[in-house]
């Protein structure tokens, strides 16, 4: 049965029957049932069926969905899709760069999303369609991809400027394989603050989450070294891990060593007083993201690039005193 056959049994044109199928609001109630009816009753219903979505669909990529982290950005940001009338689709792409442009041809060819927001990407994301994209992450070359920043460097340095008006000269990291962009931010601004790094007081692990931060903080204790006074831990579930693991030892925060962590997410329920963390601003960030991609959807997309940054903070908390000297 052609949609011809169907519009003449149904006395309609061939437009109507195709709008009507496509649940368009342009034809009344009782057309589209009259013609729905016709369709079922020749078995072409399914073959022509075709329902648009009324809402924007927008694709949400992310690194994974473990720990609070990305969990929070995922669901803030579904937060501020449905505040803007669409719906959310979120796809894990593991920290794999592969999997990333993967999951970015799919929705940009295969699905047809509307929008895609890119949360810290593997790599550059690249896109040679009209389908919008914005990423959270680093600054992105490519027209067609904008771009939302996380200015780290600036409450990386006052953090740093911090300690060495408290005293301290030797400042450690304590963090784990996948946090990578943390870890040379920590070498860039040391370095930059003219202290110098020891390799004892530097402790990459394979573990994650807070057991990362026992196994780091434990690496670093071993060397039989002079300890770090303070520490950057390079995100909250690292910072309890390194913690817990300095009380088992008999060392306690900040008396023995301070610690300050490299993001806000557990910073209001932390155990042992106000953590000294650089804050993330995740909801911030979301908001601008999903606000750029609503911006090119509602004007048309077109090629031009847009940036925005989200400046992050150093905030003082209870984790953080001066060194004391041991005589």
């Not at 950005?73 to 505040?83: F, G, K, L, T, Y």
């Not at 040679?128 to 600036?154: F, H």
């Not at 770090?228 to 925060?253: C, D, M, N, Q, W």
């Not at 997410?265 to 993330?280: A, K, N």
Request: proline fraction near 4%; charge should be neutral; aromatic fraction near 6%.
């Amino acid at each position: 049965m052609t949609l011809t056959k169907l519009a003449q049994l149904a006395g309609v044109s061939v437009s109507t029957v195709s709008k009507a199928l496509s649940e368009s609001a342009e034809i009344s109630e009782g057309t589209r049932a009259a013609i729905v009816a016709l369709a079922k009753e020749h078995g072409c219903y399914e073959k022509y069926y075709n329902p648009k979505y009324q809402k924007k669909l927008i694709a949400v990529l992310c690194p994974e969905i473990l720990g609070n982290h990305y969990g929070r950005m995922a669901n803030d940001m579904e937060h501020e899709i449905a505040a803007h009338g669409g719906t959310m689709v979120l796809s894990v792409f593991g920290f794999r760069a592969e999997k990333q442009r993967e999951l970015v041809e799919y929705y940009t060819k295969f699905a047809r999303a509307d929008g895609i927001i890119v949360i810290e990407p593997a790599e550059k994301v690249k896109n040679d369609t009209d389908i919008p994209i914005v990423q959270i992450g680093p600054e992105n070359e490519s027209r067609g991809v904008d771009c939302v920043k996380a200015e780290l460097a600036p409450a990386m340095e006052e953090a740093v400027r911090y300690l060495r008006k408290l005293g301290h000269r030797r400042i450690g990291f304590v963090g784990e394989e996948l946090a990578t962009p943390e870890y040379e931010a920590f070498l860039e601004t040391v370095r930059r603050a003219r202290l110098e790094i020891l390799p004892g007081h530097v402790a990459v692990s394979s573990a994650r989450f807070e057991e990362a931060g026992r196994d780091a903080m434990g690496k670093i204790l071993s060397t039989g070294d002079e300890l770090p006074t303070a520490v950057f831990a390079a995100y909250s579930h690292i910072a309890l891990g390194t913690r817990r693991f300095l009380l088992e030892k008999g060392l306690s925060v900040p008396r023995d060593m301070s610690i300050i962590c490299m993001d806000d997410i557990l910073s209001d329920t932390y155990q042992w007083g106000d953590l000294s963390c650089i804050r993330m601003h995740i909801g911030e960030l979301c908001a601008s993201a999903t606000e750029l991609l609503f911006a090119k959807l509602r004007k048309g997309h077109g090629r031009t690039k847009r940036s925005v940054s989200v400046i992050r903070e150093f905030s003082h908390g209870d984790t953080v005193a001066p060194p004391v000297e041991k005589t």
